[in-house]
């Protein structure tokens, strides 16, 4: 995935409407398991790719709501922080263990030591998180243990985020 490779082109996108989004595409698989997904913060318009940054996001709730039990939560928040505009997903669900953090990364890698090979799935999503995320000049940030939860931050690069008049409607 490198820029010559995606045919569409960096527009403003506001995160926390692409969090509402997502949040009404999960609706019913969060419902069946019994997971609530919560989304907080104020509106963050960077200029990004639309497409990318709803898998990306799209993924991570998708993760946060599977490796999760009934009763569970998964919260999504959207804000300007010193550090850049930041998108958190967290989760307290059935957690990652620490020599894990760095491999869940790579494609196809999935956690033996927990409940997740009894979950579908092929091991591509947190690749293509990476990936959209490094397009995008964001960091991840992982904390995650198991019985305790998963929280993952992307922070964008400062300074590109557009105030304004932008949004319209
Ligand atoms: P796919 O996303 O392709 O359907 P997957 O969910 O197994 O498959 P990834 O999204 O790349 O693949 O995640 C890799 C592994 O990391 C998972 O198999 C799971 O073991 C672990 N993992 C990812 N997110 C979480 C989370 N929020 N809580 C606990 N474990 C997680
Ligand atoms: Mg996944």
Redesign the pocket.
């Known amino acids: 995935l490198d820029e010559n490779s995606i045919p569409y082109t960096a527009a403003p996108v506001d995160l926390l409407e692409l969090a509402q989004n997502t949040r009404i595409q999960l609706e019913n698989p969060a419902a069946k398991q019994q997971v609530t997904l919560q989304v907080e913060g104020e509106p963050v318009v960077i200029e990004g790719v639309l497409p990318v940054l709803d898998e990306m996001l799209f993924?991570?709730c998708?993760?946060?709501i599977?490796?999760?039990k009934p009763g569970g939560h998964v919260w999504v928040s959207v804000k300007h922080t010193p550090d850049g505009p930041t998108l958190t997903?967290k989760?307290d669900?059935?957690?990652?263990p620490t020599e894990?953090h760095e491999r869940?990364?790579?494609?196809?890698?999935?956690?033996?030591k927990?409940h997740?090979?009894a979950?579908?799935?092929?091991?591509?999503?947190?690749?293509?998180?990476k990936h959209s995320a490094a397009y995008h000049n964001a960091r991840i940030e992982l904390e995650?243990a198991p019985g305790k939860?998963?929280c993952?931050r992307l922070i964008f690069p400062p300074g590109r985020e557009i105030h304004g008049q932008e949004q319209t409607d």
């Open positions: 993924n991570l998708d993760n946060a599977k490796y999760n997903v989760d669900g059935i957690g990652i894990d869940v990364f790579e494609r196809f890698y999935r956690v033996d927990s997740s090979k979950i579908g799935g092929t091991g591509l999503g947190l690749s293509i998180v995650s939860g998963t993952i």
